[in-house]
């Protein structure tokens, strides 16, 4: 065989190339699709008897000498060899090492929330509180004068006594105001 062979470009070969989309392998279907067989149905076997219960070993007569002694003289075969040790090394000191993490964690933990704790009062503290509102003076004056006027929206006259009355009661507050020490109210100059 020589190692010689043709290849024919022809404008299919190209568009398979250049569209490579158009070609791709469908998947092939099964028309003769598998079906699930029955499983066989188990004979019905006849029923067990049951078994006897199953007593504890009853403890030989011993006497507590008798039983320290007794495990004294056994031959102790730990699971605890030299091997199995210098193999678990690695694994105690990365159990050794997650432990130490945990118990730093655990306190930066507690360190910071006392630190959340600690700034959650000094907001409170921070925090704005309005203060609490004034009674206004002369509701009742007021009031009156309001509902008058209301009622007679096109006789504005027949409220005057209201109006004077609301009038003095205000000036009557002004007055204490200065008098208490704290100046001028705003707004009047």
Not at 4 to 19: D, G
């Amino acid at each position: 065989m020589s190692g010689r062979f043709a290849i024919q470009i022809n404008p299919e070969l190209i568009f398979k190339v250049t569209e490579p989309e158009m070609y791709v392998r469908q998947k092939r279907v099964d028309l003769f699709r598998r079906t699930r067989r029955a499983e066989p149905v188990p004979e019905p076997h006849e029923p067990l008897e049951p078994l006897a219960p199953v007593e504890p070993p009853q403890p030989l007569h011993q006497t507590p000498s008798d039983g320290f002694l007794a495990a004294a003289n056994k031959p102790w075969h730990g699971h605890c060899h030299d091997d199995d040790n210098a193999a678990l090394a690695p694994y105690r000191k990365v159990a050794a090492g997650c432990v130490h993490a945990v118990e730093s964690l655990r306190n930066q933990e507690e360190v910071e929330r006392e630190e959340v704790q600690r700034r959650a009062k000094e907001l409170q503290s921070k925090q704005y509180h309005p203060p609490e509102p004034k009674p206004f003076p002369c509701p009742d004056e007021q009031r009156a004068c309001i509902k008058c006027l209301t009622e007679n929206r096109d006789d504005p006259l027949k409220c005057q006594d209201a109006i004077k009355s609301y009038s003095l009661c205000a000036q009557q507050v002004r007055q204490r105001f200065v008098t208490a020490g704290f100046g001028s109210p705003q707004g009047n100059s």
